[in-house]
C-alpha cells in the first residue's frame, strides 16, 4: 500500500507539472532564460518545469579499414563495428526570484552491455547539475555541472549527437550589458587526478576562457562577430611543470543579406607543451604555433519551401617534422565534431586537414535535410589527397515531439589514407537510423 501511495503520488506531481523545457540548458549568452528585471519582488513560490527525451540509435559500417592494418592508417575510424545505442533524459528545473537551478539524469550507453544473463541494469548518471543566480538585470552567476556551446561550435560544443553529450565542471559569469553583446566568463576543470600522495593540483586540467558575441543589424544585414580567448591548462603529474600550457585566440563572423549568407572563423594557438617518451613527460618543452580557418558561403531561398546551396573551405595546420623546436598541429579543443568533415567521422580531429565542401539544404512539409560532399587532404609531412565523403540526411517530424533522422555516408579513399606504400582498398558505407522522443 505504502509503494502505491508513492507510485500514484508520483504521477500526480508530474501530471500537475506539465510545464516542460524543450532542451537541455544551455550556459552560454544564447541561452532563453530570462532574467527577472532589477528590484522586482520574488515570485510567491518556486515554479518547477520538466522534460524527457528516449533517443536510441542503430549504426551500420562497412570496410572502414580498407584493407589498411591499424599502424598503417592515417586517419580515425577504421573498425567496421555496428552497433545500437540509447539515450534516455529525464530533467528538471526549479526558479525562485532570482535563483534558479537545473537537473538533467541521464542514461547513455550501447545496447547489449547490461541485461539479459548479466540480470545487470545501466549506470543512471548526473549530465547537468547547476544553480544559476540572477545577480543584476545584466549580470548572472552559474556553478555547477553544465554544458557549453559557443558559435558554430567549431571550439566549444555539447556534442548533441553523441549518446553521451560533452559537459564541464565549473562556473560561468554570464555578463549582457544590452540586447546585442553578451560576454561569458568561463572557468573549468575537466580532470581530477586525485593524488593524495602529491600536490593538490598534481596532474589536473583546467580549461577557462572569456567568449564575447555581438548579435545585431547594420542596415539589411543581419551580423553576428564573436571573440574568444581561450586557456587550456594540463598540469604534470609528478608536479614538475606543464604537460600542456595553450592559448587559443580566435574569432568568427557571420552574416546575411539578400539571398546570401558568409561565415569565416579562425583561430591562432601559441604555448608549450612537453616533449613525451614511453614514460610521459621529459624534461623537454617544445613551442606550439598552430592554427585554423573555415568559411563557408551560401545562396538560398526561403518561398515556395527552403533551398541553400552552399560552398565551403577550410584548414588546420598540421605538425612539421621539419621543425623539431616547434609543434604546429592544430589542438581542436572541445568542439561540436560531427556537425564538420563529415558525418563518418574518418577524417576525425579537425588538424592537419585541408576541406573543401559543396551541398545544399533543403526543408519542405515534414521533411529537411542535406546533400554534401567533402573533399579532405593531408598538409603534413607532404599535402595528399586522402578522399571524399558524401552524406545524405534527411529528418522526418511525424508528430509534435517525434521525429526521426536517416543518414548514409558514402567514403572514397586516396592515398592520403594511408602512411605507408599500401594503397586503400574499396569503398565504406556508413548508416545511421535514429529516433527521438521528446516530452
Not at 528585471?37 to 562497412?62: I, K, Q
Not at 591562432?268 to 607543451?273: A, D, E, L, R, S
Not at 542535406?370 to 545524405?392: C, K
Request: hydrophobic share 40%; charged share 20%; proline share 4%.
Amino acid at each position: 500500500m505504502k509503494i502505491l501511495i508513492i507510485s500514484l503520488s508520483t504521477v500526480l506531481w508530474f501530471g500537475l507539472s506539465s510545464h516542460a523545457f524543450a532542451q537541455t540548458p544551455q550556459p552560454s549568452s544564447k541561452t532563453s532564460d530570462k532574467p527577472e528585471a532589477s528590484g522586482s519582488e520574488p515570485a510567491s513560490s518556486p515554479v518547477f518545469s520538466f522534460n524527457a527525451r528516449l533517443r536510441p540509435r542503430l549504426v551500420l559500417r562497412d570496410n572502414h579499414a580498407f584493407g589498411l592494418p591499424e599502424d598503417e592508417r592515417n586517419y580515425n575510424r577504421g573498425d567496421n563495428q555496428d552497433l545500437g545505442t540509447l539515450q534516455a533524459r529525464l530533467g528538471t528545473g526549479i526558479s525562485y526570484g532570482k535563483l534558479s537551478a537545473e537537473f538533467l539524469l541521464q542514461y547513455a550507453g550501447r545496447n547489449g552491455l547490461t541485461g539479459g544473463n548479466q540480470l545487470t541494469d545501466p549506470t543512471l548518471g548526473i549530465h547537468v547539475a547547476f544553480a544559476k543566480w540572477q545577480a543584476l538585470e545584466q549580470l548572472a552567476i552559474q556553478l555547477g555541472r553544465f554544458e557549453m556551446s559557443y558559435g558554430a561550435q567549431r571550439v566549444i560544443g555539447s556534442v548533441g549527437y553523441h549518446q553521451v553529450g560533452r559537459a564541464f565542471d565549473g562556473a560561468i559569469v554570464l555578463f549582457k550589458p544590452s540586447k546585442t553583446i553578451a560576454v561569458d566568463l568561463f572557468a573549468t576543470k575537466y580532470i581530477d587526478e586525485l593524488l593524495p600522495e602529491r600536490g593538490v593540483f598534481d596532474g589536473d586540467a583546467f580549461f577557462t576562457g572569456l567568449y564575447a558575441t555581438y548579435s545585431g543589424k547594420w542596415s539589411d544585414t543581419v551580423a553576428i562577430f564573436d571573440a574568444y580567448a581561450l586557456y587550456d591548462q594540463h598540469r604534470r603529474a609528478d608536479g614538475d611543470g606543464l604537460q600542456r600550457n595553450l592559448i587559443t585566440l580566435g574569432a568568427r563572423a557571420k552574416g546575411s543579406l539578400s539571398l546570401m549568407d558568409l561565415e569565416v572563423e579562425g583561430a591562432f594557438q601559441p604555448g608549450t607543451m612537453c616533449v613525451q617518451d614511453m614514460n610521459g613527460c621529459t624534461d623537454m618543452d617544445i613551442d606550439i604555433s598552430a592554427w585554423f580557418f573555415d568559411t563557408e558561403l551560401g545562396v538560398g531561398v526561403k518561398k515556395p519551401n527552403k533551398l541553400r546551396g552552399f560552398v565551403g573551405f577550410g584548414m588546420a595546420s598540421g605538425d612539421d617534422p621539419d621543425t623539431t623546436g616547434t609543434f604546429e598541429g592544430y589542438n581542436h579543443l572541445y568542439p561540436t565534431a560531427h556537425k564538420f568533415l563529415g558525418r563518418m567521422d574518418i577524417i576525425g580531429p579537425r588538424t592537419n586537414i585541408q576541406e573543401i565542401r559543396a551541398g545544399f539544404n533543403w526543408e519542405a512539409w515534414i521533411a529537411h535535410g542535406s546533400l554534401v560532399y567533402h573533399d579532405f587532404s593531408r598538409l603534413m609531412p607532404e599535402s595528399e589527397r586522402s578522399g571524399g565523403e558524401l552524406d545524405l540526411t534527411v529528418w522526418f517530424h511525424i508528430i509534435e515531439g517525434l521525429k526521426f533522422e536517416a543518414v548514409y555516408g558514402l567514403f572514397l579513399p586516396d592515398e592520403g589514407l594511408s602512411n605507408s606504400d599500401t594503397s586503400p582498398e574499396g569503398v565504406a558505407h556508413w548508416t545511421s537510423l535514429t529516433a527521438v522522443a521528446s516530452f
